[in-house]
């Protein structure tokens, strides 16, 4: 399966295990750690990504990054070169807010585009803690991706557990 130049792909794995170009973190607004991806990427990748959250906090983003969109940092100890910070959606059953979750795709791989990153690795955005159904967060995942032109020649999705790989894995066809 292919972007729009490279191809689409997905693993069963740990994100932070990833060596990529640029990780995608399913963070949290105040872009300072939490759980789930956000504390594992936190925790591997070590002090350098917290400092460079917190400068980030202190100069554009004083009131946390917005939902749906991205910024990078380093990626500290991590295999990757930088992490890209994004925020989804909590899911609502009363809104819907589908065009937040594929704006996180979209804005992330711009981000990517402008470091000249050439592989980039996703994981399930939304469908942890923030409750989004996950075959719906795969499908609005993979739509997004594929819609978005890149010169990325990987885009990777990485899912920890055999669920969340099945869902991506049945979008991918």
């Known amino acids: 399966m292919s972007t729009a130049k490279g191809k689409l792909t997905v693993i069963k794995g740990d994100i932070t295990d990833q060596d990529v170009d640029a990780i995608v973190n399913a963070a949290n607004s105040s872009l300072l750690g939490g759980g789930g991806v956000d504390g594992a ?99 609005i995942a993979v739509e997004t991706v594929r819609s978005v032109a890149t010169s990325a020649e990987e885009v990777r999705f990485v899912l920890f557990d055999e669920r969340a790989y099945a869902a991506f894995a049945a979008q991918l066809g």
């Open 41 to 139: 990427i936190h925790r591997r990748g070590g002090p350098r990504i917290l400092e460079e959250c917190r400068a980030l906090r202190a100069s554009r983003y004083g009131r946390g990054l917005p939902t749906g969109q991205a910024v990078a940092t380093t990626a500290g100890d991590l295999p990757a070169r930088w992490v890209i910070h994004t925020v989804g959606p909590v899911y609502s059953r009363e809104e819907d807010r589908s065009a937040l979750l594929a704006s996180c795709y979209r804005e992330s791989l711009g981000v990517a585009e402008g470091l000249g990153a050439r592989t980039v690795a996703f994981p399930a955005i939304s469908t942890g803690v923030y409750g989004w159904p996950l075959e719906d967060g795969a499908r």
